[in-house]
């Protein structure tokens, strides 16, 4: 009869963990952390600020735009998912610099800078067009309202169509 070591994933462990190795050189994650740090003006949220002699330090924007273009990439969008992902997750972890920002940071980060974020997203979207990192066949943005009719009487096969067409 064979027998196996036992395992329990059940239990909790203390590791070393050094941020700037979860980071692995050619992965998506790389690429986001180098993007911000390197190839992005973040000037641009400097005039929102108004804190240097008084008032907490604020989090750094690139910390939050790293979280948040990853935590999008992966199709997480609520704020609170992105929270916690900061507080379980080692890549979340890595790029936040072990931060850790509140849901609502990041809620109000996403509503209130919504228009320098899109002058950043669209500066992603050429850097990576540039690098031939995106294919260029096709280009998609989600969020449009467009109303459709859905019932079953419009849905068929392309015989159905043609022959409602044809009638």
Not at 128 to 136: F, R, V, W
Not at 143 to 151: D, E
């Amino acid at each position: 009869m064979a027998r196996y070591k036992s395992y329990s994933q059940a239990q909790s462990m203390f590791i070393p963990v050094r941020f700037d190795e979860q980071i692995i050189p050619g992965t998506f994650v790389h690429a986001i952390d180098h993007l911000v740090d390197n190839e992005l003006d973040l000037s641009i949220f400097d005039k929102h600020f108004s804190n240097d002699k008084t008032g907490a330090p604020a989090y750094n924007p690139a910390v939050l735009l790293k979280v948040i273009l990853y935590a999008y990439s992966l199709g997480i969008i609520s704020s609170r998912r992105i929270a916690s992902c900061c507080e379980c997750h080692v890549t979340f972890i890595a790029l936040a610099g072990d931060t850790r920002p509140h849901f609502t940071t990041i809620a109000k980060f996403v509503s209130s800078y919504g228009d320098e974020i899109s002058v950043l997203l669209t500066r992603v979207v050429a850097i990576c067009s540039m690098e031939s990192l995106i294919g260029k066949k096709m280009f998609a943005i989600d969020g449009c309202k467009i109303s459709s009719n859905a019932s079953k009487e419009w849905s068929g096969t392309r015989k159905d169509f043609i022959r409602k067409k044809a009638k």
